[in-house]
Nanobody, 123 residues
Framework: QVQLVESGGGLVQAGDSLRLSCAASGRTASTAVMGWFRQAPGKDREFVAAISRSGISANYADSVKGRFTISRDNAKKSAYLQMSSLKPEDTAVYYC????????????????WGQGTQVTVSS
């Protein structure tokens, strides 16, 4: 069992940066693939980024490549999403998730989910 708690969301202006954190607890927290997803009002949840157990490999959605960076600290059982050059279209609830498969796995493969943190980017 893994419990996930996101933090770091807020209201920022376009072009600003924001760092989201995901604190994990549970016996397998440091061995799971960690991912970030987001859901904007009226839209489906979409993949943002995922990072391997070791932190060496990462996968990003095309819409955030070059602007967002995912990282993790297994000693702290935490994952992070550094977001830069934020755009109004990045506005969404951001969710942290964990699973035991690949960094290229679909959302349906993620077993554990956090409650989400709101990110709002004003123009």
């Amino acid at each position: 069992q893994v419990q996930l708690v996101e933090s770091g969301g807020g209201l920022v202006q376009a072009g600003d940066s924001l760092r989201l954190s995901c604190a994990a607890s549970g016996r397998t927290a440091s061995t799971a693939v960690m991912g970030w997803f987001r859901q904007a009002p009226g839209k489906d949840r979409e993949f943002v980024a995922a990072i391997s157990r070791s932190g060496i490999s990462a996968n990003y959605a095309d819409s955030v490549k070059g602007r967002f960076t995912i990282s993790r600290d297994n000693a702290k059982k935490s994952a992070y999403l550094q977001m830069s050059s934020l755009k109004p279209e990045d506005t969404a609830v951001y969710y942290c998730a964990a699973q035991d498969g690949s960094i290229y796995a679909a959302a349906s493969s993620y077993i554990y989910w956090g409650q989400g943190t709101q990110v709002t980017v004003s123009s």
